[in-house]
């Protein structure tokens, strides 16, 4: 089993940046791919970027490209997510997630260990 605890979420003015983390538990982080999802006040979950095992390739969301970057770190067993650029359809508590597909889909149904969310904010 994994645990998975994410952190870095905050109230940011459009146009600023955050970063987040994903810290997990246990020795087999290096060996799942992993995602991020974010879910907004009374909307689905919605996938937001993905990673491989072993960092390369990257998969992100059309609304997303080119502001956020995902990366991890395995030594450290903790996943990061870079926002810039944050725009207030942003906001929404993010997640991340484990899945033992070898190429991470966007399906939050293949996902399999989840973190309990953390709160990202951007104002007008």
């Known amino acids: 089993q994994v645990q998975l605890v994410e952190s870095g979420g905050g109230l940011v003015q459009a146009g600023g940046s955050l970063r987040l983390s994903c810290a997990a538990s246990g020795r087999t982080f290096s060996t799942y791919s992993m995602g991020w999802f974010r879910q907004a006040p009374g909307e689905e979950r919605e996938f937001v970027a993905a990673i491989t095992r072993s960092g390369l390739p990257r998969y992100y969301a059309d609304s997303v490209k080119g502001r956020f970057t995902i990366s991890r770190d395995n030594a450290k067993n903790t996943l990061y997510l870079q926002m810039n650029s944050l725009k207030p359809e942003d906001t929404a508590v993010y997640y991340c997630?484990?899945?033992?597909?070898?190429?991470?889909?966007?399906?939050?149904?293949?996902?399999?260990?989840w973190g309990q969310g953390t709160r990202v904010t951007v104002s007008s």
């Open positions: 997630a484990t899945t033992s597909f070898v190429t991470p889909t966007t399906r939050s149904v293949d996902y399999l260990y």
